[in-house]
């Protein structure tokens, strides 16, 4: 062989091998970046729009899909996750705070006094969608506040609140309420039901004089009652004047109705009949007992 057709093989054989060696670095390069961006640029012939997707994880320019080709959110899973650190939203609300729970078993269990049902199964198998009419487990849960702390009813507020401005925590009517020792819930919070302790309030009206005859004066006292969930004490603080001079069997009759139910004419005048039949009397609208306790949400 003669030294020209020498220097053709090993061209040729140079050729080959850079041939093939560029197709190896190509579908390799295609197996690296075919399924997500690079973190400089877009695959060979991809627009940074277009979606680049494997058999498991598909990436837009904006969402991330995993088990899924089509994400609609920034983050869609399609199928069951695992962390092993927290959740947590931009707010600083995390799943650990959300509820904390436990599972009850028996016919038919029910979950205790302040606590909420999730889920009920039946035989092992638990419905969240649809609840089953017979069960055998439910999973009973606290909601948390943000605080991380357990919401009061309703929701508007923690039991950390609630300590946090002087009050306590209690349960009323097989709810968590906040008991301050007040006349009135403070600003922000809202009586729940009639959850209170009151105290007798005192009232009265004056001597009351018509037509000649008087009426000495009333003394009205509210009720009261201790820590309950009882609506508020009050009275009518009035007195109703009624007088026949001449009347009521021929030896006249004076009536003084204190606590007299309201809508009554309170002016002294003489009714226009032939016994001299006096009216009048005071109209003080109500008096209330005093709050001393009072449970608030």
């Given amino acids: 062989m003669n030294k020209k057709s020498i220097v053709f093989v090993i061209l040729i054989s140079l050729f080959s091998i850079s041939f093939f060696f560029f197709q190896y670095i190509k579908e390799f390069r295609a ?7 690079s973190t400089t640029k877009p695959a060979n012939g991809h627009l940074w729009s277009e979606m680049e997707c494997s058999s498991s ?16 959110q920034k983050l869609e ?6 962390f092993s650190g927290d959740v947590c939203n931009g707010g600083g609300k995390c799943l650990s705070s959300v509820f ?25 198998t638990w419905y969240i969608a649809s609840q089953p009419t017979t069960w055998t487990q439910v999973t009973c849960g606290i909601v948390m506040s943000s605080d991380g702390t357990p919401l009061l009813v309703n929701s508007q507020h923690s039991t950390g609140n609630c300590t946090n401005a ?22 922000g919070w809202v009586q729940y039901l009639n959850w209170s302790t009151t105290i007798a309030t005192a009232g009265n009206t004056p001597a009351y004089s018509c037509g000649g005859a008087t009426c000495g ?10 820590w309950s969930n009882v609506a508020r004490e009050s009275k009518p603080n009035t007195m109703f004047f009624h007088w026949w001079q001449y009347g009521y069997g021929g030896a006249g ?14 002016t002294c005048r003489k009714l226009d009949n032939p016994d001299y039949e006096w009216q009048g009397g005071y109209d003080n609208g109500d008096i209330y007992a005093t709050f001393t306790q009072i449970g608030c949400y």
């Fill in 77 to 82: 899973v399609n199928g069951s996750g695992l």
């Fill in 166 to 187: 002087g009050g306590t925590v209690v349960s009323g009517s097989g709810n968590n309420i906040c008991r301050f020792n007040l006349s009135s819930c403070p600003s």
């Fill in 217 to 226: 004066a009333c003394s009205i006292n509210t009720g009261q009652h201790n």
């Fill in 57 to 72: 994880l598909c990436l837009t320019g904006d969402s991330v899909g995993v088990g899924t080709f089509s994400p609609s």
């Fill in 100 to 124: 904390q729970t436990n599972v009850i078993a028996g016919t038919n269990p029910t979950c205790p006094s302040g606590q909420t049902a999730i889920m009920k199964a039946y035989n092992g």
């Fill in 253 to 266: 009759a004076l009536f003084c109705t204190c606590e007299h139910a309201h809508g009554f004419n309170s």
């Fill in 31 to 37: 197996d690296l970046v075919g399924a997500a961006y």
